[in-house]
């Protein structure tokens, strides 16, 4: 267990440098259907002085935080080369003897200009040291404009916390910026056959830091989290029949809370973590019941002679969408959190699958098979407004909603595999994340972290 | 899987065999040609001077690798098996050779699919003590939740028939793998149809 959830564990001490205001100034109105990509530049970041220049940690983390904030989509992220002069101009050198930099991230020392000249109206610098053991990352946020500081964090850690300090700086960057969370402190779980055995892993949302959560050495499915992010249910096969279980991520202690003759399958965690959906057939038929997480009160929602399967809850939790080839195929329907008052939503195509509620509640995605190719497609709650996102793209599969609710993670044999992708909600920008033989499927994206 | 099937073969060989030796006779061919047309080597082994069960037979001779000797445990059962009453009953049927199919996204019943369940069926009278398995399998179009709940469709037709035949429903369970367990890779759709299947496992 130790393995898999050490980030979690890890204590990291943060340090604001200035005390941030209490009102904060919204830069970007993300919300807005004007808004334009906000443009920012991040000078390299300084790397620790001998003797670790292999590790290139200065390189690494400006990396990560260049594709944290590329991915996010509210930035358009100044091309490096275009100021390569004035960060050579600027860049002081190290106290002799000490490996210090004197004073390089305070705002007397920023020519604030020359990063206006290259476009940007906000400013990300910073520098990693590594001594003792310890590393400790800073860096500060520029408004170019005000030439004024927005938020400065410097944060102490193990050498492997790099990751994370990043993201939890770019997770400040977008707040201050936007006045929403960030989302870089999420992560992935899905299912990879990299072992030949179909197991549960974990990931960072951006692929990285990826480590195997399972080893049933049987095949496991489903992964899903719980609203708080602690633990995750799934069906294995590890007992011989696909039964439901239940995973503490951070003791990784297991316990199977559903095991039914037949179908244990698709559980879907209401909103508030009290219930649990789910499909059983142990009254001979697939059909969606609702249960505590601990497999006790368990009630049935459905009652149809179709497959029912797949349910997802609405963000509120007062309905759910499911799958049902009540009509003659799997279309997706929806009903009352009970199971009252069935309508179906799609009719478009004769193949529509694995519904999954928007975390702001205004659309579903789902999975399409259409014209020989399965697609991620969106659709309102009314029926209305049907979106293909990924038309061409082989076979697009099972989307998960970040936790904003503007990227979704699905998986595609595109190139091979399958292996998990990620997009925006509009169905651009895609980014692969994982890239192991075997076939990795079924992504599920976290909620944010509660420290 | 292959190991598996040859031990079975090995078996019913030598029990075809011994059933021709004991009574002589013809006895009707209950089970599968395809079934019977491979293992004469591997019959001859057991017992060499057993003549050819079918027409095919001899042909086979190269193609077959002889295989390693079959373990302890399934020659004695067969020898338990064969020993009293081989001649009136066929003690072993090829279970993986009656796997049935479906057409897309559907868990109705082909006449060929009806005929394979009646063999089946049949066997299971005549042998009180078989159980079996129904696995049910979809191919991987459509997301591996909507396709276990297929797959337990296609499982709970073979079953419902089996029971329609007069099988005890204790002796016949289901279990379904959706398109976890493909019989050939999801490349095309000749392979995905293969793959769109029921699969009957002895015992359990």
């Known amino acids: 267990m130790k393995k898999v959830f050490p980030i979690l564990l890890a204590v990291l001490f943060v340090t604001p440098i200035l005390s941030e205001p209490l009102w904060a100034k919204v830069y970007i109105d993300i919300r807005s259907p004007s808004f334009r990509k906000f443009p920012i530049a991040i000078s390299?970041?300084?790397?620790?002085?001998?003797?670790?220049?292999?590790?290139?940690?200065?390189?690494r983390a400006t990396e990560i935080l260049n594709s944290d904030l590329t991915i996010c989509g509210f930035f358009a992220l100044i091309d490096p080369r275009t100021f390569e002069n004035t960060v050579r101009t600027l860049a002081p050198a190290p106290t002799p003897g000490t490996g210090q930099i004197p004073g390089g991230l305070t705002s007397e020392l920023i020519d604030f200009r020359s990063w206006a000249n290259v476009g940007a109206e906000a400013l990300v610098m910073g520098e990693v040291t590594y001594k003792d053991r310890s590393l400790s990352l800073e860096a500060r946020l520029y408004d170019v404009v005000q030439k004024e500081l927005i938020v400065g964090k410097r944060y102490i850690g193990e050498i492997t916390d790099l990751s994370r300090m990043v993201h939890r700086f770019a997770d400040e960057v977008v707040f201050a910026l936007t006045g929403e969370q960030g989302i870089f402190q999420t992560k992935i779980v899905y299912v990879s056959a990299a072992t030949g055995n179909k197991e549960i892993y974990l990931m960072d949302f951006d692929g990285r830091n990826a480590s195997q959560v399972t080893r049933h050495q049987s095949i496991c499915l489903s992964p899903r989290f719980s609203p708080d992010g602690k633990k995750i249910v799934f069906t294995s096969y590890k007992a011989g029949n696909p039964d439901l279980y239940l995973r503490d991520l951070r003791t990784g202690e297991e316990r199977r809370v559903s095991h039914f003759p037949g179908l244990n399958i698709s559980p879907a965690w209401s909103p508030d973590g009290q219930r649990l959906a789910l499909t059983l057939s142990k009254d001979g038929n697939a059909e969606i019941y609702a249960m505590r997480p601990d497999g006790s009160e368990l009630l049935r929602l459905t009652h149809h002679p179709g497959?029912?399967?797949?349910?997802t809850w609405s963000p509120e939790g007062k309905k759910i969408a499911f799958v049902s080839n009540r009509g003659g195929n799997p279309q997706i329907y929806i009903a009352e959190a009970n199971g009252e008052n069935v309508q179906r939503l799609t009719f478009e195509g004769?193949?529509?699958?694995?519904?999954?509620?928007s975390p702001r509640g205004e659309r579903l995605a789902f999975d399409a098979f259409l014209d020989g190719n399965h697609n991620i497609c969106t659709i309102q709650p009314n029926g209305s407004n049907l979106r293909i996102l990924t038309a061409n793209l082989n076979r697009c599969e099972t989307p998960s909603w970040s936790p904003d609710g503007r990227h979704l993670v699905f998986s595609s044999n595109r190139e091979g595999g399958p292996h998990i992708y990620l997009m925006d909600a509009e169905g651009t920008r895609i980014k692969r994340l994982t890239f192991q033989r075997g076939g990795d499927t079924y992504p599920n994206w976290s909620p944010r972290f509660k420290e | 899987m292959l190991k598996k099937s040859s031990v079975w073969l090995v078996v019913f060989i030598s029990i075809v065999?011994?059933?021709?030796?004991?009574?002589?006779?013809?006895?009707?061919?209950v089970v599968k040609e395809e079934a019977a047309a491979k293992p004469v080597v591997e019959a001859k082994k057991v017992e060499p001077p057993a003549p050819a069960p079918t027409p095919a037979a001899p042909k086979e001779e190269a193609k077959v690798e002889a295989p390693a000797p079959a373990p302890?445990?399934?020659?004695?059962?067969?020898?338990?098996e064969a020993a009293p009453r081989a001649a009136e009953r066929p003690a072993f049927i090829d279970l993986q050779g009656l796997r049935i199919q479906f057409a897309?996204?559907?868990y109705n019943l082909s006449s060929k699919a009806k005929e394979n369940l009646e063999k089946i069926a049949s066997w299971m009278s005549k042998n009180p003590g078989a159980k079996v398995q129904v696995e049910g399998h979809t191919c991987d179009i459509g997301t591996a939740e909507y396709n276990l709940a297929l797959g337990e469709r296609r499982a709970n037709s073979a079953k419902k028939y089996l029971e329609g035949l007069g099988v005890g429903s204790a002796k016949i369970s289901t279990i379904s793998y959706g398109e976890e367990r493909p019989l050939l890779a999801n490349s095309d759709e000749a392979n995905r149809s293969k793959n769109r299947r029921?699969?009957?496992?002895q015992g359990r």
Do not use: M
């Not at chain 1, 390299?44 to 390189?59: H, I, R, Y």
């Not at chain 2, 065999?17 to 061919?29: D, P």
């Not at chain 2, 302890?72 to 338990?80: S, V």
């Open chain 2, 17 to 29: 065999a011994i059933a021709f030796i004991a009574s002589g006779c013809a006895k009707k061919q």
């Open chain 1, 307 to 311: 497959i029912d399967v797949s349910p």
């Open chain 1, 44 to 59: 390299p970041f300084k790397p620790p002085v001998s003797p670790n220049q292999d590790l290139k940690l200065g390189e």
């Open chain 1, 350 to 357: 004769n193949y529509n699958t694995h519904p999954t509620w």
């Open chain 2, 104 to 106: 897309f996204d559907d």
């Open chain 2, 198 to 201: 029921d699969e009957f496992v």
């Open chain 2, 72 to 80: 302890a445990a399934p020659r004695e059962e067969a020898k338990r």
